[in-house]
């Protein structure tokens, strides 16, 4: 996997040359789960594999839920198991999600 292969708009405030697969794991899975395309998905999907994304994914604490409800449909996990759900931000969105 290389960082050239994802969508440019994922790592735009971050030096895409100095990302590492393995160091940078939460936050490439957390970019392509609440903004990547579905290619990107296919990229992350290919490398990690579901159970890892998904490891990763319950540790997230400000992961979009309709990310998190994502994958606790496709791996039959309750979505409790997920911080995000568990976890409310202390700053309000300016929208409705």
């Given amino acids: 996997m290389h960082?050239?292969?994802f969508s440019k708009h994922l790592f735009w405030d971050v030096n895409p040359n100095k990302l590492n697969p393995e160091k940078s794991k939460k936050l490439i899975i957390h970019r392509v789960l609440d903004y990547g395309l579905i290619e990107d998905w296919r990229i992350v999907y290919k490398y990690y594999g579901l159970n890892t994304i998904t490891e990763v994914a319950k540790n997230i604490k400000d992961l979009d839920k309709r990310?998190?409800?994502?994958?606790?449909?496709l791996t039959d996990t309750n979505k409790k198991e997920f911080r995000c759900?568990?976890?409310?931000?202390?700053?309000?969105k300016f929208w409705n999600s």
């Fill in 85 to 92: 759900y568990n976890s409310e931000q202390s700053v309000m």
């Fill in 3 to 5: 960082i050239s292969d």
């Fill in 67 to 73: 990310s998190a409800s994502f994958l606790a449909l």
